[in-house]
């Protein structure tokens, strides 16, 4: 029998498919732009955000994308695969921002050369375009910037921020950059963030404080250098948990129509290629409290990181030699631009970052957020805390496609029904998995539950129970699952 790990999340499936990345966009030399040692990490993250925008089922307004925090332009490599080959989208212009000169140069060279390919491949034009370096929390709204030339800003039907906004260290900039999308963009808008929501580069930031305490950084309140001790025990990644980030972006005009945090893992032939994929994106932020340290000090000072991190890591399951496999937890969001920034009728959130959701999501349900507007509502509760680490044989995502089978079904008919998923574990031995669906008449389970899944969920000692709460119509179906 398949054993189903309920707490082990895969990566979200996606419907399209990318060619391998040191095939996307080659220099003029030959050598690929990117590779997935490099930026492979980031390309699933890109796909899992389009992958999510596109079950919300959101329609895309006219006009151009912004890509917020564009980096070294691997949007413009994979637009061609994964945006524009949906025929509603089509080709529209995408405009590249990033606060660093390097990446903006880099971006400008794939830029080029992905249009040109594409140009002679097929005879049409990709419009790209990297403004100058720009910090997203201090855009000009009114211009856009190219080689020191302003142009008109136009309203952005999509802002796209891949692993960007966890660079955005402190809370206020983080409001400050959500400030500029909304007033950058059309009403009706799609705003889509992917960020961090933890463990980022967990073994790499202890290695670095490790590193810094050595150099004495830690010991007093105000060093010899004058540098304050929080600016190296702070870490140097904003990550954020879900709901926070949820509720700063709907303050700022925006309504949640999906999140959900995921854990995601990449498998390193080295943990050393990782040490690069990090230096690449993050030696600023990691370095940031040294800013006066020359390019030969810094360069030390990240050797000696990475083998304090090596260090760390043999000391749990890693052997020289052998692959590493990374994982982090990243939140994924997608927004609308409303009309206005006036609050909005109260609505409420749940909180998607449980394994659970995954489930939803990978069933299928596009639209598992809330709302009057929507129609399922699916109201997840429970503890993920209490359920971390555990494991069941039984396939709970199976119980869930089966009720939310006959939701659906119900919904077809009836309009809306609200779903609610309560988890929790009653013992050391038992996950309880309580359902609720709202129907104007009472189905035994069998009603909702095919005979033969339900008889494979007996013979594997899941208990289930169903009742109706009349005045409600309210049918309740508890799964007692053996842990
Ligand atoms: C991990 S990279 C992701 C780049 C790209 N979106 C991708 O998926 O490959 C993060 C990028 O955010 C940029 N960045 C960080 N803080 C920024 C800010 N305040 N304004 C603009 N860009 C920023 C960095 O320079 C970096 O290129």
């Known amino acids: 029998m398949k054993r189903w790990n309920i707490l082990v999340v895969q990566l979200i499936k996606h419907s399209f498919e990318i060619p391998p990345l040191e095939e996307l966009a080659l220099e003029s030399n030959g050598k690929?732009?990117?590779?997935?040692?490099s930026h492979g990490l980031q390309l699933e993250?890109?796909?899992?955000?389009?992958?999510?925008?596109i079950r919300t089922g959101l329609p895309l307004p006219e006009g151009?994308?912004?890509?917020?925090?564009?980096?070294?332009?691997?949007?413009?490599?994979?637009?061609?695969?994964?945006?524009?080959?949906?025929?509603?989208?089509?080709?529209?212009?995408?405009?590249?921002?990033?606060?660093?000169?390097?990446?903006?140069w880099k971006a400008r060279q794939v830029a080029n050369t992905v249009s040109e390919n594409y140009r002679q491949k097929t005879g049409l034009s990709l419009v790209y375009q990297v403004q100058d370096p720009q910090d997203l929390a201090e855009m000009d709204?009114?211009?856009?910037?190219?080689?020191?030339?302003?142009?008109?800003?136009?309203?952005?039907?999509?802002?796209?921020?891949?692993?960007?906004?966890?660079?955005?260290?402190?809370?206020?900039?983080?409001?400050?950059?959500?400030?500029?999308?909304?007033?950058?963009?059309?009403?009706?808008?799609?705003?889509?963030?992917?960020?961090?929501?933890?463990?980022?580069?967990?073994?790499?930031?202890?290695a670095y404080?490790?590193?810094?305490?050595?150099?004495?950084?830690?010991?007093?309140?105000?060093?010899?250098?004058?540098?304050?001790?929080?600016?190296?025990?702070?870490?140097?990644?904003?990550s954020r948990p879900l709901d926070e980030i949820v509720n700063m972006i709907e303050s700022n005009g925006f309504q949640v129509v999906s999140s959900v945090t995921l854990q995601e893992s990449i498998a390193y032939n080295d943990p050393r290629e990782y040490s690069k994929a990090v230096e690449t994106y993050g030696q600023d932020a990691f370095l940031r409290s040294?800013?006066?340290?020359?390019?030969?000090?810094?360069?030390?000072i990240w050797k000696e990181i990475e083998k304090e991190f090596i260090r760390i890591i043999g000391k749990g399951k890693w052997k020289e030699g052998q692959p590493w496999e990374y994982s982090q937890f990243n939140n994924y969001i997608v927004a609308v631009r409303k009309k206005s920034k006036m609050p909005p009728k109260k609505i409420s959130h749940y909180d998607l970052t449980s394994i659970l959701n995954e489930q939803f999501i990978a069933l299928g349900y596009n639209k598992i957020l809330i709302g009057d507007d929507y129609e399922i509502m699916v109201h997840l509760e429970g503890n993920e805390k209490e359920i971390e680490k555990e494991s069941t044989v039984v396939d709970v995502q199976g119980i869930l496609r089966e009720v939310f089978t006959y939701a659906a079904k119900y919904r077809a008919q009836n309009g809306q029904i609200p779903c609610i998923v309560k988890y929790e574990k009653l013992d050391r031995m038992c996950l309880e998995l309580e359902i609720s669906v709202k129907t104007n008449k009472d189905l035994p389970i069998t009603g909702i539950i095919k005979k033969n899944f339900l008889d494979l969920l007996n013979e594997q000692g899941v208990v289930i129970e169903h009742k109706r709460i009349d005045s409600e119509i309210t049918s309740v179906y508890k799964f007692k699952i053996p842990l």
Not at 45 to 53: C, D, G, H, R, S
């Open 32 to 37: 690929p732009f990117f590779t997935s040692t």
């Open 45 to 53: 993250n890109q796909k899992t955000l389009w992958e999510i925008y």
């Open 64 to 104: 151009p994308i912004l890509d917020a925090g564009a980096g070294d332009g691997i949007l413009f490599a994979i637009a061609p695969h994964m945006v524009f080959s949906r025929q509603d989208i089509g080709r529209r212009t995408i405009v590249g921002v990033d606060i660093d000169k390097n990446k903006v």
């Open 141 to 206: 709204t009114k211009n856009l910037i190219f080689y020191g030339q302003k142009a008109n800003m136009p309203k952005f039907a999509m802002v796209w921020s891949n692993s960007m906004f966890h660079w955005i260290k402190e809370p206020r900039q983080k409001y400050a950059a959500l400030e500029k999308f909304y007033s950058v963009m059309k009403e009706g808008g799609v705003l889509c963030i992917s960020m961090s929501s933890g463990g980022t580069a967990r073994d790499f930031r202890a």
């Open 209 to 238: 404080i490790n590193v810094f305490k050595g150099l004495g950084f830690y010991d007093i309140h105000a060093n010899e250098q004058g540098f304050r001790v929080q600016d190296f025990e702070d870490d140097p990644i904003g």
């Open 290 to 300: 040294v800013p006066h340290y020359g390019k030969e000090r810094k360069a030390h």
